[in-house]
Protein backbone atom coordinates (compact mmCIF):
# COMPACT_ATOMS: atom_id res chain seq x y z
CA UNK A 1 0.00 0.00 0.00
CA UNK A 2 1.24 3.47 -1.29
CA UNK A 3 2.07 5.80 2.21
CA UNK A 4 1.24 9.37 1.65
CA UNK A 5 4.35 11.04 1.11
CA UNK A 6 5.13 14.34 3.88
CA UNK A 7 3.61 16.95 1.48
CA UNK A 8 0.12 18.36 0.50
CA UNK A 9 -2.07 16.95 -2.30
CA UNK A 10 -4.45 18.72 -4.39
CA UNK A 11 -8.07 18.09 -3.18
CA UNK A 12 -9.66 15.16 -5.11
CA UNK A 13 -12.94 14.52 -6.53
CA UNK A 14 -15.59 12.61 -5.19
CA UNK A 15 -15.81 9.37 -7.62
CA UNK A 16 -19.50 8.80 -9.30
CA UNK A 17 -21.23 6.16 -7.08
CA UNK A 18 -21.67 4.44 -10.43
CA UNK A 19 -18.17 3.77 -10.68
CA UNK A 20 -17.92 0.06 -8.78
CA UNK A 21 -18.73 -2.35 -12.18
CA UNK A 22 -18.76 -2.97 -15.90
CA UNK A 23 -22.72 -3.65 -16.36
CA UNK A 24 -22.95 0.04 -17.45
CA UNK A 25 -19.63 0.36 -19.37
CA UNK A 26 -21.67 0.86 -22.57
CA UNK A 27 -22.99 3.49 -21.94
CA UNK A 28 -21.41 6.49 -24.36
CA UNK A 29 -19.80 8.84 -22.02
CA UNK A 30 -16.55 8.78 -23.65
CA UNK A 31 -14.55 12.47 -24.27
CA UNK A 32 -12.29 11.95 -26.82
CA UNK A 33 -12.04 15.95 -27.54
CA UNK A 34 -8.28 15.53 -26.71
CA UNK A 35 -7.67 13.46 -29.71
CA UNK A 36 -6.14 16.43 -31.97
CA UNK A 37 -3.84 17.82 -29.52
CA UNK A 38 -2.52 14.95 -29.01
CA UNK A 39 -2.01 13.98 -32.68
CA UNK A 40 -0.32 17.67 -33.34
CA UNK A 41 1.84 16.48 -30.10
CA UNK A 42 3.44 13.48 -31.42
CA UNK A 43 3.90 15.39 -35.16
CA UNK A 44 5.95 18.13 -32.91
CA UNK A 45 7.93 15.34 -31.35
CA UNK A 46 8.72 14.04 -35.09
CA UNK A 47 9.09 17.92 -36.13
CA UNK A 48 11.69 17.92 -33.52
CA UNK A 49 13.18 15.19 -34.87
CA UNK A 50 13.82 16.85 -38.06
CA UNK A 51 15.59 19.76 -36.66
CA UNK A 52 18.13 17.80 -34.48
CA UNK A 53 18.80 16.03 -37.20
CA UNK A 54 19.45 18.46 -40.75
CA UNK A 55 23.08 18.12 -40.58
CA UNK A 56 22.33 14.28 -41.17
CA UNK A 57 20.00 14.41 -44.48
CA UNK A 58 19.26 10.71 -44.47
CA UNK A 59 18.03 10.91 -40.77
CA UNK A 60 16.00 14.32 -41.50
CA UNK A 61 14.42 12.92 -44.92
CA UNK A 62 13.26 9.64 -42.53
CA UNK A 63 11.63 11.67 -40.30
CA UNK A 64 10.15 13.54 -42.58
CA UNK A 65 8.41 10.57 -44.52
CA UNK A 66 7.63 9.68 -40.80
CA UNK A 67 5.64 12.73 -40.61
CA UNK A 68 3.68 11.61 -43.31
CA UNK A 69 3.16 8.55 -42.26
CA UNK A 70 1.94 9.70 -38.88
CA UNK A 71 -0.66 11.80 -40.46
CA UNK A 72 -1.80 9.30 -42.15
CA UNK A 73 -2.46 7.41 -39.13
CA UNK A 74 -4.43 9.69 -36.96
CA UNK A 75 -6.37 9.65 -40.23
CA UNK A 76 -6.76 5.76 -40.02
CA UNK A 77 -7.89 5.84 -36.31
CA UNK A 78 -10.51 8.32 -36.66
CA UNK A 79 -12.07 6.06 -39.43
CA UNK A 80 -12.33 3.46 -36.66
CA UNK A 81 -13.71 6.01 -34.06
CA UNK A 82 -16.65 7.09 -36.47
CA UNK A 83 -17.46 3.03 -36.63
CA UNK A 84 -17.19 3.72 -32.61
CA UNK A 85 -13.62 1.40 -32.41
CA UNK A 86 -11.44 3.61 -30.17
CA UNK A 87 -7.53 3.37 -31.41
CA UNK A 88 -4.98 4.52 -29.20
CA UNK A 89 -2.05 5.77 -30.68
CA UNK A 90 0.74 4.40 -29.18
CA UNK A 91 0.87 0.31 -28.28
CA UNK A 92 3.36 -0.52 -25.63
CA UNK A 93 4.23 -4.43 -25.39
CA UNK A 94 6.28 -5.84 -23.07
CA UNK A 95 7.80 -8.56 -24.84
CA UNK A 96 9.07 -10.83 -21.69
CA UNK A 97 9.11 -10.48 -18.17
CA UNK A 98 12.65 -12.43 -18.38
CA UNK A 99 15.65 -9.83 -17.65
CA UNK A 100 19.93 -10.28 -17.39
CA UNK A 101 19.34 -7.49 -13.98
CA UNK A 102 17.41 -7.63 -10.85
CA UNK A 103 17.27 -3.48 -10.72
CA UNK A 104 15.55 -1.86 -7.46
CA UNK A 105 12.13 -0.98 -7.83
CA UNK A 106 11.41 -2.37 -11.26
CA UNK A 107 7.55 -2.85 -11.74
CA UNK A 108 8.20 -5.77 -13.95
CA UNK A 109 9.44 -7.89 -11.36
CA UNK A 110 7.35 -6.68 -8.50
CA UNK A 111 4.10 -7.49 -10.50
CA UNK A 112 5.50 -10.97 -11.56
CA UNK A 113 6.29 -11.63 -7.73
CA UNK A 114 2.94 -14.42 -7.03
CA UNK A 115 1.54 -14.20 -10.44
CA UNK A 116 0.93 -17.22 -12.08
CA UNK A 117 2.11 -16.73 -15.56
CA UNK A 118 0.92 -18.44 -18.81
CA UNK A 119 3.23 -18.92 -21.89
CA UNK A 120 4.83 -15.24 -23.27
CA UNK A 121 3.91 -14.57 -26.68
CA UNK A 122 5.19 -16.35 -29.59
CA UNK A 123 7.31 -14.64 -32.24
CA UNK A 124 4.53 -15.58 -34.67
CA UNK A 125 1.59 -13.71 -32.63
CA UNK A 126 4.00 -10.74 -31.71
CA UNK A 127 4.33 -10.08 -35.77
CA UNK A 128 0.75 -10.83 -36.33
CA UNK A 129 0.25 -8.05 -33.46
CA UNK A 130 2.74 -5.63 -34.87
CA UNK A 131 1.14 -6.24 -38.58
CA UNK A 132 -2.48 -5.88 -36.75
CA UNK A 133 -1.56 -2.47 -34.79
CA UNK A 134 -0.46 -1.36 -38.08
CA UNK A 135 -3.09 -1.60 -40.08
CA UNK A 136 -5.41 -0.15 -37.06
CA UNK A 137 -3.36 3.38 -37.11
CA UNK A 138 -1.05 2.42 -34.43
CA UNK A 139 1.45 5.61 -34.65
CA UNK A 140 3.96 3.91 -32.52
CA UNK A 141 5.03 0.63 -30.89
CA UNK A 142 6.93 0.33 -28.02
CA UNK A 143 8.87 -2.60 -26.96
CA UNK A 144 9.60 -3.61 -23.35
CA UNK A 145 10.26 -5.81 -20.72
CA UNK A 146 11.98 -7.51 -18.47
CA UNK A 147 14.75 -7.00 -21.16
CA UNK A 148 12.92 -6.89 -24.51
CA UNK A 149 16.77 -7.76 -26.69
CA UNK A 150 16.17 -11.02 -24.95
CA UNK A 151 13.78 -11.98 -27.79
CA UNK A 152 16.16 -12.82 -30.58
CA UNK A 153 13.83 -12.61 -33.20
CA UNK A 154 12.75 -9.00 -32.11
CA UNK A 155 14.74 -6.63 -34.23
CA UNK A 156 14.07 -8.81 -37.60
CA UNK A 157 10.03 -8.12 -36.98
CA UNK A 158 10.53 -4.50 -36.77
CA UNK A 159 12.75 -4.72 -40.14
CA UNK A 160 9.58 -5.96 -42.03
CA UNK A 161 7.64 -2.90 -40.97
CA UNK A 162 9.60 0.28 -41.91
CA UNK A 163 6.39 2.35 -41.26
CA UNK A 164 6.29 2.41 -37.88
CA UNK A 165 8.24 3.34 -34.56
CA UNK A 166 9.59 1.26 -32.26
CA UNK A 167 11.35 2.51 -29.59
CA UNK A 168 12.48 -0.27 -27.77
CA UNK A 169 13.31 0.49 -23.87
CA UNK A 170 16.45 -1.27 -22.73
CA UNK A 171 19.31 -2.20 -19.97
CA UNK A 172 22.07 -1.73 -22.40
CA UNK A 173 23.76 -4.80 -21.80
CA UNK A 174 23.10 -6.95 -24.89
CA UNK A 175 24.03 -4.33 -27.18
CA UNK A 176 26.57 -6.08 -29.57
CA UNK A 177 27.48 -5.42 -32.65
CA UNK A 178 25.04 -7.35 -34.35
CA UNK A 179 22.41 -5.56 -32.73
CA UNK A 180 23.81 -2.05 -33.79
CA UNK A 181 23.99 -3.50 -37.16
CA UNK A 182 19.80 -3.68 -37.11
CA UNK A 183 19.61 -0.19 -35.15
CA UNK A 184 22.02 1.37 -37.84
CA UNK A 185 20.30 0.00 -40.96
CA UNK A 186 16.01 0.16 -39.32
CA UNK A 187 16.37 4.22 -38.64
CA UNK A 188 12.10 3.04 -37.33
CA UNK A 189 13.76 1.04 -34.34
CA UNK A 190 15.15 4.03 -31.46
CA UNK A 191 17.42 2.22 -28.55
CA UNK A 192 16.32 3.68 -25.30
CA UNK A 193 18.88 2.78 -22.82
CA UNK A 194 17.61 3.43 -18.96
CA UNK A 195 19.87 5.52 -16.82
CA UNK A 196 19.36 6.21 -13.47
CA UNK A 197 21.99 9.23 -13.05
CA UNK A 198 25.28 9.54 -12.50
CA UNK A 199 27.57 6.27 -11.39
CA UNK A 200 26.78 6.40 -8.03
CA UNK A 201 22.75 6.19 -8.76
CA UNK A 202 22.76 3.77 -11.60
CA UNK A 203 25.24 1.33 -9.79
CA UNK A 204 22.77 1.60 -6.94
CA UNK A 205 19.69 0.89 -8.30
CA UNK A 206 20.95 -1.47 -11.37
CA UNK A 207 24.30 -3.40 -10.47
CA UNK A 208 27.92 -2.28 -9.58
CA UNK A 209 29.86 -1.38 -12.75
CA UNK A 210 26.29 -0.72 -14.61
CA UNK A 211 27.29 2.74 -15.74
CA UNK A 212 30.35 2.56 -17.12
CA UNK A 213 28.68 -0.31 -19.97
CA UNK A 214 25.97 1.76 -20.04
CA UNK A 215 28.29 4.74 -21.19
CA UNK A 216 29.98 2.30 -23.28
CA UNK A 217 27.02 1.42 -25.38
CA UNK A 218 26.06 5.44 -26.00
CA UNK A 219 29.66 5.59 -27.06
CA UNK A 220 29.11 2.95 -29.81
CA UNK A 221 25.92 3.79 -30.87
CA UNK A 222 27.21 7.59 -31.42
CA UNK A 223 30.15 6.44 -33.39
CA UNK A 224 28.01 4.74 -35.42
CA UNK A 225 25.41 7.58 -36.00
CA UNK A 226 22.43 5.77 -34.40
CA UNK A 227 19.73 7.59 -33.09
CA UNK A 228 19.18 6.72 -29.64
CA UNK A 229 17.57 8.41 -26.70
CA UNK A 230 17.99 7.96 -22.74
CA UNK A 231 14.73 6.68 -20.15
CA UNK A 232 15.51 8.52 -16.99
CA UNK A 233 13.71 7.21 -13.55
CA UNK A 234 13.48 10.07 -12.16
CA UNK A 235 13.09 9.99 -7.76
CA UNK A 236 13.25 12.03 -4.89
CA UNK A 237 16.83 11.10 -4.13
CA UNK A 238 18.12 11.60 -7.73
CA UNK A 239 16.00 14.38 -8.95
CA UNK A 240 18.47 16.90 -8.30
CA UNK A 241 21.37 15.01 -10.11
CA UNK A 242 19.18 14.26 -13.38
CA UNK A 243 17.86 17.53 -13.58
CA UNK A 244 20.80 19.22 -13.35
CA UNK A 245 21.90 21.22 -16.82
CA UNK A 246 25.07 19.62 -16.51
CA UNK A 247 24.39 16.40 -16.83
CA UNK A 248 21.51 16.74 -19.47
CA UNK A 249 24.21 18.39 -21.48
CA UNK A 250 26.60 14.95 -20.62
CA UNK A 251 23.64 12.54 -22.60
CA UNK A 252 23.18 15.08 -25.69
CA UNK A 253 27.13 15.63 -25.92
CA UNK A 254 27.36 11.35 -25.95
CA UNK A 255 24.51 11.02 -28.55
CA UNK A 256 21.18 10.99 -26.92
CA UNK A 257 18.51 12.12 -28.96
CA UNK A 258 15.56 11.55 -27.17
CA UNK A 259 15.55 12.03 -23.02
CA UNK A 260 12.61 10.35 -21.36
CA UNK A 261 11.77 11.81 -17.54
CA UNK A 262 9.70 9.25 -16.11
CA UNK A 263 8.31 9.84 -12.54
CA UNK A 264 8.85 6.38 -10.53
CA UNK A 265 5.82 4.67 -9.24
CA UNK A 266 6.39 3.11 -6.01
CA UNK A 267 5.26 -0.39 -6.73
CA UNK A 268 7.49 -2.50 -4.25
CA UNK A 269 7.58 -2.13 -0.62
CA UNK A 270 9.85 0.10 0.95
CA UNK A 271 10.13 2.67 -2.14
CA UNK A 272 7.65 4.73 -1.40
CA UNK A 273 9.97 7.97 0.02
CA UNK A 274 11.16 7.58 -3.78
CA UNK A 275 8.04 9.16 -5.12
CA UNK A 276 8.55 12.94 -6.05
CA UNK A 277 7.07 15.63 -3.97
CA UNK A 278 4.77 18.58 -5.52
CA UNK A 279 7.72 21.08 -5.41
CA UNK A 280 10.03 18.40 -7.38
CA UNK A 281 6.97 17.64 -9.88
CA UNK A 282 6.56 21.36 -10.55
CA UNK A 283 10.13 21.99 -11.24
CA UNK A 284 10.32 19.29 -13.34
CA UNK A 285 7.90 20.94 -15.76
CA UNK A 286 9.33 23.66 -15.34
CA UNK A 287 13.12 22.31 -16.54
CA UNK A 288 11.78 20.02 -19.38
CA UNK A 289 10.55 23.30 -20.98
CA UNK A 290 13.78 24.98 -20.36
CA UNK A 291 15.33 21.93 -21.58
CA UNK A 292 13.39 21.56 -24.92
CA UNK A 293 14.85 25.00 -26.25
CA UNK A 294 18.02 24.42 -24.35
CA UNK A 295 19.73 20.97 -26.08
CA UNK A 296 19.25 19.40 -29.20
CA UNK A 297 17.08 16.77 -27.96
CA UNK A 298 13.27 15.44 -27.77
CA UNK A 299 11.77 15.83 -24.38
CA UNK A 300 8.95 13.78 -22.85
CA UNK A 301 8.06 13.59 -19.52
CA UNK A 302 5.43 11.11 -18.12
CA UNK A 303 2.96 11.73 -16.72
CA UNK A 304 3.78 15.38 -16.74
CA UNK A 305 3.00 15.97 -20.54
CA UNK A 306 -0.48 14.15 -20.50
CA UNK A 307 -1.88 17.47 -18.34
CA UNK A 308 -2.26 19.28 -21.54
CA UNK A 309 -4.79 16.28 -22.81
CA UNK A 310 -6.22 16.17 -19.59
CA UNK A 311 -4.33 13.80 -17.59
CA UNK A 312 -3.59 10.28 -17.86
CA UNK A 313 -3.55 8.82 -20.96
CA UNK A 314 -3.72 4.86 -20.11
CA UNK A 315 -6.51 2.64 -20.76
CA UNK A 316 -6.20 3.35 -24.28
CA UNK A 317 -6.51 7.28 -24.70
CA UNK A 318 -3.32 7.60 -25.73
CA UNK A 319 -2.07 4.15 -25.08
CA UNK A 320 -2.66 0.78 -23.70
CA UNK A 321 -0.46 -2.23 -22.69
CA UNK A 322 0.12 -5.49 -23.28
CA UNK A 323 2.05 -7.75 -21.01
CA UNK A 324 4.67 -11.13 -21.92
CA UNK A 325 1.30 -13.22 -21.83
CA UNK A 326 -0.65 -11.43 -24.06
CA UNK A 327 -3.31 -9.21 -21.51
CA UNK A 328 -4.35 -6.09 -22.71
CA UNK A 329 -3.69 -4.05 -19.74
CA UNK A 330 -4.45 -0.13 -19.58
CA UNK A 331 -0.86 0.96 -18.44
CA UNK A 332 2.91 -1.48 -17.56
CA UNK A 333 1.64 -0.51 -13.92
CA UNK A 334 -1.66 -1.59 -14.03
CA UNK A 335 -1.51 -5.54 -14.57
CA UNK A 336 -5.50 -5.71 -14.91
CA UNK A 337 -7.16 -6.68 -17.77
CA UNK A 338 -10.41 -8.86 -19.21
CA UNK A 339 -9.07 -9.36 -22.40
CA UNK A 340 -5.68 -11.01 -24.27
CA UNK A 341 -4.51 -11.12 -27.55
CA UNK A 342 -3.62 -14.78 -27.96
CA UNK A 343 -7.22 -15.56 -27.61
CA UNK A 344 -8.46 -12.04 -29.88
CA UNK A 345 -7.57 -10.10 -32.46
CA UNK A 346 -6.02 -6.24 -31.26
CA UNK A 347 -9.52 -5.34 -32.82
CA UNK A 348 -11.67 -7.11 -30.09
CA UNK A 349 -9.30 -6.73 -27.58
CA UNK A 350 -9.21 -2.79 -27.65
CA UNK A 351 -13.19 -3.45 -27.37
CA UNK A 352 -12.29 -4.22 -23.81
CA UNK A 353 -15.17 -3.44 -20.81
CA UNK A 354 -12.83 -2.73 -18.16
CA UNK A 355 -10.63 -0.12 -20.53
CA UNK A 356 -13.55 2.01 -21.86
CA UNK A 357 -15.14 1.51 -18.16
CA UNK A 358 -12.00 3.48 -17.11
CA UNK A 359 -12.47 5.84 -20.02
CA UNK A 360 -15.55 7.05 -19.13
CA UNK A 361 -14.90 7.54 -15.67
CA UNK A 362 -11.75 9.89 -16.08
CA UNK A 363 -12.32 11.96 -13.59
CA UNK A 364 -11.21 9.54 -11.24
CA UNK A 365 -7.59 9.70 -12.21
CA UNK A 366 -7.58 13.28 -11.41
CA UNK A 367 -5.52 12.99 -8.31
CA UNK A 368 -1.75 12.35 -9.45
CA UNK A 369 -0.24 10.85 -6.05
CA UNK A 370 3.01 8.83 -6.71
CA UNK A 371 3.40 9.65 -10.42
CA UNK A 372 0.62 7.31 -11.62
CA UNK A 373 -2.93 8.27 -11.24
CA UNK A 374 -3.88 4.21 -12.03
CA UNK A 375 -1.60 3.07 -9.55
CA UNK A 376 -2.94 4.90 -6.92
CA UNK A 377 -6.53 4.00 -7.50
CA UNK A 378 -6.07 0.42 -8.31
CA UNK A 379 -8.79 -1.07 -5.81
CA UNK A 380 -11.01 1.34 -8.20
CA UNK A 381 -9.16 -0.83 -11.23
CA UNK A 382 -10.12 -4.13 -9.21
CA UNK A 383 -13.60 -3.04 -8.55
CA UNK A 384 -14.34 -2.59 -12.06
CA UNK A 385 -13.10 -5.95 -12.89
CA UNK A 386 -14.29 -7.96 -10.46
CA UNK A 387 -17.66 -8.01 -12.09
CA UNK A 388 -16.44 -9.97 -14.73
CA UNK A 389 -13.32 -11.08 -13.93
CA UNK A 390 -11.59 -13.21 -16.00
CA UNK A 391 -13.93 -12.57 -18.50
CA UNK A 392 -12.39 -11.75 -22.20
CA UNK A 393 -15.52 -11.07 -24.22
CA UNK A 394 -15.22 -7.89 -26.47
CA UNK A 395 -17.35 -5.28 -25.65
CA UNK A 396 -19.14 -5.88 -29.19
CA UNK A 397 -18.59 -8.38 -32.14
CA UNK A 398 -16.03 -6.95 -35.05
CA UNK A 399 -16.27 -8.91 -38.41
CA UNK A 400 -12.37 -9.94 -37.72
CA UNK A 401 -11.31 -11.38 -41.29
CA UNK A 402 -12.08 -7.18 -42.42
CA UNK A 403 -8.87 -5.05 -41.94
CA UNK A 404 -9.56 -2.31 -44.48
CA UNK A 405 -11.40 0.82 -42.70
CA UNK A 406 -14.51 1.78 -44.56
Known sequence: MIQEAPQSRRHKPPR???AATLADAGT??????????????????????????????AKSIFFLRTILWQRKAALVRRKWQKSDLHVPALLIVSVTSKCNLRCKGCYAFAHDKGKSKGPELSDARLRTLVAEANELGISAILFAGGEPLIRKDLLTITRDFPSVIFPIVTNGTLIDEGTLDHFRNQRNVIPVISVEGDERDTDERRG????????????????????????????????????????????????????LFLEYVS???????????????????????????????????????????GGCLAAGRGFVHVSPEGDLEPCPVSPYSDANVRQLSLKEALQSRLLRAIRQRHETLSEMEGGCALWTEREWVR???RSEEGSATPLRGFDLTRHEVE
Open 16 to 18: PAA
Open 28 to 57: PADDYSYIPALNDAILGYFRDAVRITLREP
Open 208 to 259: VGMHKRLQSAMERMRAKRIFFGCSLTITRSNFATITDERFIKSLTQAGAKLI
Open 267 to 309: VEAGTEDWILTDEQRSALAHKTERFRTQFPAIFIAIPGDEDQF
Open 383 to 385: SLL
